[in-house]
């Protein structure tokens, strides 16, 4: 029969387990007793717990709506990335003095990544509405802190919880403030473009006030108007012209009147009365020439022809002028009388040279009149020539001003709303976090798990002597019992001789027993001895053991 073919018996694994008694003994209470005391010795892990609900806002979103319109659940967690900072961890590090037990060697970066491993944030959520997305509402989340001394833990846990709280109120505040403030700097630089623009359709209006078109109708009866005092200065001027031509004749026949008055009386020479004739007649042709202007231009015959006439009587005066001329006695010279009727013939003269006089001072400020009238409408019809184009112009400047009103009263009303939300913040009336269960002292720990350690070294400790066993019995390769031996050699034997023992045999396994007792008796006093001197008194491990164990 081949070897390999052989399988050990029951009766093999009881002989096996016999003759290893004291190796497996010693090895189970060994691994036993090690397991047990770290099951034991491991310090407790305290946690404690505070829980902080989710309240919605007071006032209905229809009539205020808040500025922070994210989830809660994204603002706890942007509000644990800002509560769970460096600083804010090594602060309440150094304050509860979190790691002083452990050596120089454990750095801060360290220490602040054990402390955010010991803090845990668990959101609480309900289902409103089942398979659609955003249907679980967060209506509170636990903010907990696990520490080896309960005190500290709920200390710690408190710190935490307020810090939650504070930076949940300062990032809402934060955020609608920062949303006013901008709104109201969007409205200020608005206000001050319309302004602008308004400024602009002032200045635009002023500068072109009869052109628009609000003012044509205006423009239209200033024109008429215009015209009007333009005709009427026209006729008035024409009636003066006239009047002059018409005093021009009277005082040409008024002087031959004085020179004929004269020349009777005082008995002037002819050549006296032959040069008042040519002046006479002199002052008639420029009469004559004058109201022919006034319809013909300068180069009609009978203009042409009346200074021709106007120049020879002037060619003629002046030569009468180079000539000597007998001195005539004025009237009323030398203390001699004047003729009445000479006397009357120069007062009609002057009368009539006064009233020429005041008619061109007229026909002066009348021809002044019609330049100023004229260019008057040349300016009002020039301006209501561009009358279309400034109605272009003044309806660009109109709607840049409504799409800035309009942008304006929008972003008025946003500033509104956001001041509004604003004060809701700071009244907290809006959704807010609320302090529901605080953070307690743990009265026992959540870690380690005594019992299950407990049980899993007992199982280790079976497993390994178990093992030690099965290890040395493959190691040592003695041949035991008949099955095995045939099994080698492939045939059975013929006689079996059974294990002696002798008396001297049993004694000395009896010695080793209590030898080893009594080593295992001492060794088990020294530990006990020294838990009791070095570690804690016996008494009061035994009762830690049994709250711990409970």
Do not use: C
């Amino acid at each position: 029969m081949p070897q390999e073919d052989y399988q050990p018996s029951l009766r093999d694994y009881i002989a096996i387990i016999k003759r290893r008694a004291l190796l497996i003994a010693s090895t189970f209470i060994g691994v036993a007793a090690v397991a047990i005391a770290v099951a034991l010795l491991v310090p407790p892990v305290y946690q404690s717990t505070g829980t902080i609900m989710v309240e919605s806002q007071q006032i209905p979103t229809d009539l205020v709506q808040a500025t922070v319109t994210s989830y809660a659940d994204e603002r706890i967690q942007v509000i644990r990335q800002r509560v769970m900072t460096r600083d804010n961890l090594m602060r309440i590090i150094e304050k509860y003095g979190l790691f002083k037990d452990r050596p120089i060697t454990f750095t801060p970066s360290e220490q602040i990544d054990e402390m955010r491993d010991l803090i845990g944030v668990q959101i609480v959520n309900a289902n409103v509405q089942p398979g659609q997305r955003g249907s679980s509402a967060t209506i509170a989340f636990k903010v907990s802190f696990d520490d080896r001394r309960p005190d500290v833990a709920q200390r710690v846990a408190n710190e935490l919880v307020t810090l939650f709280l504070n930076e949940n109120v300062k990032v809402r505040t934060e955020r609608a403030t920062q949303t006013t403030e901008f709104l109201t700097q969007e409205a200020n630089k608005i206000k001050a473009e319309l302004d602008k623009i308004e400024a602009q359709i002032a200045t635009y209006k002023e500068r072109n006030a009869t052109a628009l078109p609000q003012n044509a109708a205006m423009s239209m009866n200033a024109i008429q108007r215009l015209e009007s005092d333009l005709r009427t200065s026209q006729r008035d001027y024409n009636d003066a012209a006239e009047e002059v031509r018409s005093l021009d004749v009277e005082l040409a026949s008024a002087k031959a009147a004085v020179a004929s008055a004269a020349a009777a009386t005082g008995g002037g020479s002819s050549l006296v009365g032959m040069a008042d004739a040519n002046e006479v007649e002199l002052q008639k042709a420029r009469a004559q020439l004058a109201s022919m202007l006034e319809t013909y231009t300068d180069n009609h015959p009978d203009v042409r022809a009346t200074k021709r006439r106007i120049a020879a009587l002037e060619k003629a005066i002046a030569d009468a002028a180079k000539e000597p001329r007998p001195a005539v006695p004025s009237p009323g010279a030398n203390g001699l009388p004047v003729s009445p009727s000479v006397a009357a013939a120069q007062l009609v003269a002057a009368k009539i040279e006064s009233r020429m006089a005041a008619a061109r001072a007229r026909m002066t400020t009348l021809r002044a009149e019609q330049g100023q009238l004229q260019a008057q409408l040349r300016q009002a019809e020039n301006q209501m020539l561009q009358a279309p184009e400034v109605e272009r112009g003044l309806a660009t400047l109109m709607r840049d001003r409504e799409g800035a009103q309009r942008k304006y009263e929008e972003i008025r009303a946003k500033q509104m709303s956001a001041q509004v939300a604003e004060n809701l913040e700071g009244e907290q009336k809006a959704e807010r976090f609320t302090l529901l269960e605080p953070p307690i002292a743990p009265d026992r720990p959540i870690k380690p798990n005594r019992k299950k350690m407990i049980a899993l070294g007992l199982a280790l400790a079976a497993g390994a002597a178990g093992g030690l066993v099965m290890l040395l019995e493959t190691l040592h390769g003695t041949v035991r019992g008949a099955d095995a031996l045939a099994a080698i050699v492939g045939r059975r034997p013929l006689v079996m001789v059974p294990y002696i023992v002798i008396a001297e045999e049993t004694v000395r396994q009896r010695k080793l027993w209590l030898r080893s007792g009594i080593a295992a008796l001492i060794v088990l006093i020294a530990a006990l001895a020294a838990v009791h001197f070095f570690y804690m008194p016996l008494d009061t491990l035994v009762f830690k053991i049994i709250l711990r164990l409970s």
